[in-house]
């Protein structure tokens, strides 16, 4: 079945890093492929903050995130990872992995990451 | 980046009733990159239709997308109870991935 499985529910302290997975199965995971981070805040937009290319590792970032984010993968572990540094309140929020490339955007089930003091 | 403006904000409608939704972007979009979504509180957005015309596995035909250049539709046929929910389109032809606002769709 061709899906992405994610990492479960994280609380953390502000000033705290989160690091968040996404498990690919189903289709070979570095077949012209990207994978974006998005996150959707309480009540607010989906909010894209970065992707990286299964293929080679290439990754780009929202300048918003640039300095406290990481996006990586492990193409033996068919996973993509996302690691945000230096939590605030404001980081409190559903983050999602989303393929784009094949025929239509697949996209992991969210991770609630909560941040609170 | 490209903005995705949603309208209306809110729809009333009754169970039965046609829903048009619109999305309208900043600059021309490939219709090959449009994608719809329905979200109900606490879950993870469902993908009702991508490449602006096409439904995904088990979306019933009620939803209908269309469109091209910057103004893309989302139509439900008859409502049913069940899609009462947010709807919001994405585009992913140019990075950044970009979203509409949403378009609310409540019982009247």
């Known amino acids: 079945q061709v899906q992405h499985v994610q990492s479960g529910p994280e609380v953390k302290k502000p000033g705290a890093s989160v690091k968040v997975s996404c498990k690919a199965s189903g289709y070979i995971f570095t077949d012209y492929y990207a994978i974006h981070w998005v996150r959707q805040a309480p009540g607010q937009r989906l909010e894209w903050m970065g992707w990286?290319?299964?293929?080679?590792?290439?990754?780009r970032y929202s300048q918003k995130f640039q300095a406290r984010i990481t996006i990586s993968r492990d193409s033996f572990a068919t996973t993509a990872y996302m690691e945000l540094s230096t939590l605030t309140l404001d980081d409190t929020a559903v983050y999602y992995c989303?393929?784009?490339?094949?025929?239509?955007?697949?996209w992991g089930q969210g991770t609630l990451v909560t941040v609170s003091s | 980046e490209i903005v995705l403006t949603q309208s209306p904000g809110t729809l009333s409608l009754s169970p039965g009733e046609r829903a048009t939704l619109f999305c309208t972007a900043s600059q021309s979009v490939s219709t090959t990159y449009l994608a719809w979504y329905q979200q109900k509180p606490g879950q993870a957005p469902r993908l009702l239709i991508y490449?602006?015309?096409s439904r995904a596995t088990g979306v019933p035909d009620r939803f209908s997308g269309s469109g091209s250049g910057t103004d893309f539709t989302l139509v439900i046929s008859r409502l049913e109870p069940e899609d009462f929910a947010v709807y919001f389109c994405?585009?992913?032809?140019?990075?950044?991935?970009?979203f509409g606002g949403g378009t609310k769709v409540e019982i009247k």
């Open positions: 994405q585009q992913y032809a140019i990075s950044p991935l970009t």
């Open positions: 990286i290319y299964a293929g080679d590792g290439e990754t």
């Open positions: 989303v393929r784009i490339g094949g025929s239509h955007p697949l």
């Open positions: 490449g602006t015309f």
